[in-house]
């Protein structure tokens, strides 16, 4: 594994350890997987990745190695059950969300912007990964409005995180029946409650 995977790390002099940006490309060619593809952040969290679009080389040996895999043909296999598990596996999904954030954090920085965290939204958190929408509530897509028309801010950890919460109650029961003012929610979740009240009120006067 250690020689077949050498193809894609650095040998310009810098850190031969790590694979960069063009080897990591490269890597995604040859497992015939597009850059915008959502597996994309499965095959990251599974490697360890310091950052988005690197690997180092202990993470991408050891994170194969474990997952038994040491052959391109058995690694587009077990990727090809990180799609399957996105959807189908609430643990391995969360792993990958809390993941991403680390992921796509600038260096130096605690928190994304909120265009970087809402592109991340939109790619986890829309088909073929898990589907933040309900019969009633499109949810992603208000959430996105309410962020682009009230909040107009960055997005910490805790705020990422608890909203993958917030989605998972809202899909579990969008009458917010669970919702209470009084719970340990960040303060924009809270506004966010209060927009989706506006909007269903809205809808229904329309219907009036």
Known sequence: MGRSADQYFKTDGQDVDMI???GTMRYLADLGVKLDDVVVLAILTELSAPTMGELTREGFVG???KLHSD????????????RQKLTANPDFFKKVYKFTFKLALTPGQRSLSLDTAIEYWRLLLSPPSSAWSSPQTPWLDWWITYLEERWRKGVNKDMWEQTAVFMTKSLEDETMSWWSEDGAW??????FVTFVKEKREGASMDIE
């Open 20 to 22: 960069g940006v063009d």
């Open 63 to 65: 994170g194969w190695k």
């Open 71 to 82: 052959t391109i043909p058995r690694q587009q296999s077990v990727i090809a059950g990180f």
């Open 186 to 191: 960040p303060g924009v979740l809270d506004d």
